[in-house]
């Protein structure tokens, strides 16, 4: 494992964060300065300030995230995380990104391989939103987020999608994911006329909330830690 991955799975900084405290010679390994291309093993000592660091077990953390809590382990506004809201023993961190004012399930692990293949397009991991969107879509706007929406940042994949509450002055849709770009649903909606009023993610990675309430959260079973490794090597 690398020097960086084993501080962050540790408990002690962000990978990034933990760059850092290398480059500034504040770690070591079995007495000698770390370096950025070490590895470590079961049987090295890492020593960060002259504190020895131990590893901490792989955790798995579903949320339901409520609005208003931003997306990040750490924020420099002091606006409250979804980390804050998480009270585990292992230091987990987020898995992707919700906005600030989108609800729903929220995956947090310290298992940095892991998260970073579930993020990965190339797996294509499913995830499912429910959208209060202004007017009512129609047939063309639902057909035109199936098959794709030209954004400035490029064409978004085909998805699935189905007005689950028809309205006059706003409609409930449902939008099926395999990627993952920033606003993506909110521009995509805004492109076809629709632009969303409130976002919610009901279901990620097969993973729904069940009877959480905002601002809960729960330990994976093996079970479900299982099926995202599936997921994450198919």
Known sequence: MRLNAFLARAGVASRRRADELILAGRVRVNGA????????GSRDVVEVDGRQIEPQPLAYVLLHKPAGVVTTAR????????VDLVDHATRVVPVG????????VLLLTND?????????PRYGVE????????????????RSLREGIELE????????GRVLRPGGESSRVELVLHEGRKH????????????????????????DLGDLAPGEWR???DDEVAQLRRLATA
């Open 219 to 221: 330990e994976l079973t």
């Open 184 to 207: 993506q649903v909110k521009r995509m909606c805004e492109a076809v006329g629709h632009p969303v009023r409130h976002l919610h993610r009901s279901r990620y990675a097969g993973l």
């Open 112 to 120: 940095g391989p892991l998260a970073h293949r579930l993020a990965h």
């Open 153 to 160: 940042d490029g064409r978004t994949a085909p998805a699935r």
């Open 75 to 82: 924020d420099p506004q002091g606006r409250q995380t979804v």
């Open 97 to 104: 990104r919700l906005d600030a004012d989108t609800t729903g």
């Open 127 to 142: 995830k499912v939103y429910e959208a209060e969107v202004e007017g009512n879509p129609g047939e063309e706007a639902l």
């Open 33 to 40: 300065p770390g370096e950025l291309s070490t590895r470590v």
